[in-house]
């Protein structure tokens, strides 16, 4: 049902199996320190996830998109930071470089990328979330090389990355038609990281202010034509919606697979609660929403998979996923009764992990914004 081919549903077991006994033991640490350690990460790489996605000729396992969106689901129901850091990695540093860098850099960045080293997109900026095309960071080209100045805010795998993917403006008239899409190295000089930013939920994930100050690219770094970025960061995103309704799909069954364990063993009234219809129906309804969550999910990968045109699909993925996410872990939360709002228990960490489902990458207000453009441009009228 996943569209996994055998040998691919194979190593999913892998996985899960990795993602049970190393990764969720971790996770409440994860949390409260606020960083994945990097053991977990070299596993992550050990195990090839690193490499799976990126074709065999860049050194990778040439895996599926399907395949990277169950590794992310299967890494979420344990710990959704960790998740992040593959998921950044892969959909929104190697996917870009991949459809649109030139020979040269997909050679020079995604064997780094087979070799475990983390990528990270820059594209929000303080004046610039929802707008993505009001951007300000400025690139001007000085002799064959191109000058960056600006700041950007949010950026996911910030602290762990070695290169970003990073939208600047090469043409301030022309909007999103003058905007250019640059790979950076994070050592690269006048490049810093301003502050640390911290969150409700997936608090183990990186999250930073970037400054550029008079940091010099070389022309042969740009992914894609000059002034064409806006094409390629929402193509990424396109790709990158799908593996974040893929951790929300994630978030939800660990949160789900939580509350039925506790249910079906806390005892009220002489009986276990999940003897009384009121529960039923709560696990019913949450049981229902991740199944359609799961087959939005991969519905999308297999299109994105086929090289189809997913606009549509991946905005309703990550929107029904990510509303699914946050209403499951919120009932989720509820079942625990008094002991769910502590810390004692999973509940509330799955809870304010859920949140950010709903916001990055393009908030579901916006997703709905893109799913009715398309719907009506499709409908022809
Ligand atoms: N995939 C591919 N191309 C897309 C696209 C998508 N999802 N969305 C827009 N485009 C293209 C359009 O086809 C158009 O191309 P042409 O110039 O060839 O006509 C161009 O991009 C501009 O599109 P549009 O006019 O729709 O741009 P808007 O400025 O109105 O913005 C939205 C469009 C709102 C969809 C965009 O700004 C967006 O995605 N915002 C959310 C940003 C986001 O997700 N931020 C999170 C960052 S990562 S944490």
Redesign the pocket.
């Known amino acids: 049902m996943n569209n996994l081919s055998q040998e691919e549903a194979e190593v999913i077991q892998y996985v899960r199996r990795f993602a049970n006994e190393e990764v969720k033991p971790l996770a409440k640490e994860i949390d409260i320190k606020m960083e994945v350690p990097d053991k977990l990460i070299k596993r992550m790489h050990e195990l090839g996830l690193f490499a799976s996605y990126i074709p065999k000729e860049y050194g990778g396992y040439g895996m599926s998109f399907s395949f990277l969106a169950s590794v992310i689901e299967e890494l979420s129901k344990a710990c959704p930071s960790t998740a992040l850091v593959l998921d950044g990695a892969l959909t929104l540093f190697a996917e870009p470089v991949l459809m649109f860098g030139s020979e040269e850099l997909k050679k020079k960045y995604l064997t780094r990328v087979v070799n475990g080293e983390i990528g990270g997109?820059a594209?929000?900026e303080p004046g610039a979330?929802?707008?993505?095309?009001a951007i300000r960071t400025t690139a001007q080209k000085v002799g064959s090389d191109y000058v960056i100045n600006g700041t950007k805010i949010?950026i996911?795998n910030g602290r762990l990355a070695r290169f970003y993917v990073v939208d600047v403006v090469t043409d301030p008239e022309r909007k999103?038609?003058g905007i250019s899409t640059f790979v950076v190295d994070a050592e690269t000089p006048g490049l810093k990281i301003s502050r640390d930013i911290h969150k409700l939920g997936i608090r183990g994930s990186s999250t930073v202010e970037l400054v550029f100050e008079n940091v010099k690219v070389p022309e042969s770094n740009l992914v894609g034509k000059l002034n064409e970025g806006?094409?390629v960061v929402?193509?990424t995103?396109?790709a990158?919606r799908i593996g974040i309704a893929a951790q929300a799909l994630g978030i939800a069954e660990g949160a789900l697979d939580e509350a039925i364990k506790y249910a079906a063993q806390r005892k009220q009234f002489g009986k276990p609660i999940t003897d009384f219809e009121g529960i039923q129906f709560m696990i019913a309804d949450m049981g229902t929403q991740i199944e359609a969550a799961r087959l939005l999910v991969y519905e999308a990968a297999a299109r994105w998979d086929r090289h189809e045109d997913c606009?549509k699909i991946s905005s309703m993925a990550k929107l029904f996923a990510s509303d699914a996410a946050m209403k499951i872990t919120t009932e989720s939360l509820q079942l625990f009764g008094g002991y769910g709002y502590t810390t004692d228990m999973d509940a509330e960490r799955h809870m304010r992990d859920a949140k950010i489902t709903q916001i990055?990458?393009?908030t579901n207000q916006?997703q709905r914004?893109?799913i009715a453009?398309k719907m009506l441009e499709e409908s022809g009228i």
Do not use: C, N, P, Q
Request: proline fraction near 0%; avoid cysteine; hydrophobic fraction near 45%.
């Open positions: 997109l594209l929000t979330g929802s707008d993505a095309a949010f996911s999103h038609k806006f094409k929402m193509e995103l396109d990158g606009i990055y990458e393009g916006i914004v893109i453009r």
